[in-house]
């Protein structure tokens, strides 16, 4: 009888255990959302949460570029450090992430990618993306609103099918992303009541 073949005689609490182990990136999603939404009139909401999704897809079209899918978490460490530095700057976050998208838009398009089918949808992915968030903060606040929460949802469909397909990314950062994509996205809609 094979290891494979014998049953697992630690019970149910341990396989709930082990399960909910693997599912750390929801969880983290979920804690991702509750300590960073709320807070600030709606104007601010959309606002910050507008520029923030102008770097979700930046990080996905880095990544795949780079070719290296581990890179998705410190990218979103990077991403979240130059947020905070350019808000605490007053820096204007959307100016530093057109340029900083213009820029990886010109790498991908030059020398040799290793899935470049995969490259180019990213691209694709980040121009779309950006145009709804560079949308969302041009209008008024209340169309801004559903502009931006539309980018959210999107996205968290994105990464959803990303974490389905297993690409661009490490699936751990997909699920996450997906879930806290998804709540702001909702959180948002809220707002708009």
């Given at each position: 009888m094979t290891a494979a073949m014998i049953p697992d005689q630690r019970g149910r609490?341990?396989?709930?255990?082990?399960?909910?182990?693997?599912?750390w990136p929801t969880a983290l999603g979920v804690l991702s959302a509750?300590?960073?939404?709320?807070?600030?009139?709606?104007?601010?909401?959309?606002?910050?949460?507008g520029e923030t999704l102008l770097f979700l897809p930046l990080i996905?079209?880095?990544?795949?570029?780079?070719?290296?899918?581990?890179?998705?978490?410190?990218?979103?460490?990077?991403?979240f450090a130059l947020?905070?530095?350019?808000?605490?700057?007053?820096v204007s976050v959307t100016v530093v992430a057109v340029a900083l998208?213009?820029?990886?838009?010109?790498?991908?398009?030059?020398?040799?990618?290793a899935?470049?089918?995969?490259v180019r949808l990213q691209a694709l992915g980040m121009v779309g993306f950006a145009a709804l968030g560079l949308t969302g903060l041009a209008v008024d606040t209340d169309l801004g609103l559903y502009l931006v929460a539309a980018g959210w949802?999107?996205?968290?469909?994105?990464?959803?099918?990303?974490?389905?397909?297993?690409?661009?990314?490490?699936?751990?950062?997909?699920?996450w992303c997906g879930v806290l994509d998804v709540l702001t996205a909702g959180w948002l809609l809220l707002l708009a009541w």
């Open positions: 609490p341990y396989q709930v255990i082990r399960a909910l182990g693997r599912r509750v300590v960073t939404l709320g807070g600030g009139d709606r104007a601010a909401q959309v606002t910050g949460l996905y079209l880095v990544v795949a570029r780079a070719g290296r899918r581990w890179l998705s978490w410190p990218a979103l460490g990077v991403s947020l905070i530095g350019l808000r605490a700057l007053d998208a213009a820029a990886a838009l010109a790498w991908s398009a030059v020398g040799h990618a899935h470049p089918g995969t949802l999107f996205h968290g469909v994105w990464d959803f099918v990303h974490l389905k397909l297993d690409r661009a990314v490490a699936r751990s950062y997909a699920e």
